[in-house]
């Protein structure tokens, strides 16, 4: 089982990017297919998204930061932000961090 946990943070103005609507999706048969959708919390963050059973495979998640800026009265550059990433099966924690801004964005994937 792999417990996934994702944490924001919206450099302009410099806290965690709460209400950003994401969506995790797999690699199934070539094509992306949605897992689920959910929103980040009051401190930016989406804990243990856990309960898909995620197994050996591709996986993505896509930050709709177009609505969250629209949201605030701004237009970024890039209306989505997208990370892909592999999990092997094994046990693992894994941790997705994005940073981003209206002109730029920053995704790491870490496992522990």
């Known amino acids: 089982m792999v417990n996934l946990t994702v944490e924001t943070l919206e450099s302009v103005h ?3 990017a709460v209400g950003l609507h994401a969506r ?7 094509e992306w297919v949605v897992l689920d959708a959910r929103k980040t919390d009051e401190s930016g963050r989406i ?14 998640i896509v930050f709709d930061v177009d609505r969250y800026f629209s949201g605030l009265g701004m237009t970024p550059t890039c209306p989505e932000v997208t990370t892909t990433f592999r999990i092997s099966g094994e046990p693992a924690r894994c941790r997705v961090t ?15």
């Open 98 to 112: 994005l940073n981003f801004s209206l002109h730029h964005h920053f995704a790491a994937f870490t496992i522990t």
């Open 47 to 60: 804990d243990d998204w856990d309960d898909h059973g995620k197994s050996q495979g591709l996986y993505q």
């Open 24 to 30: 995790l999706e797999a690699l199934v048969d070539q």
């Open 14 to 16: 410099g806290r965690g």
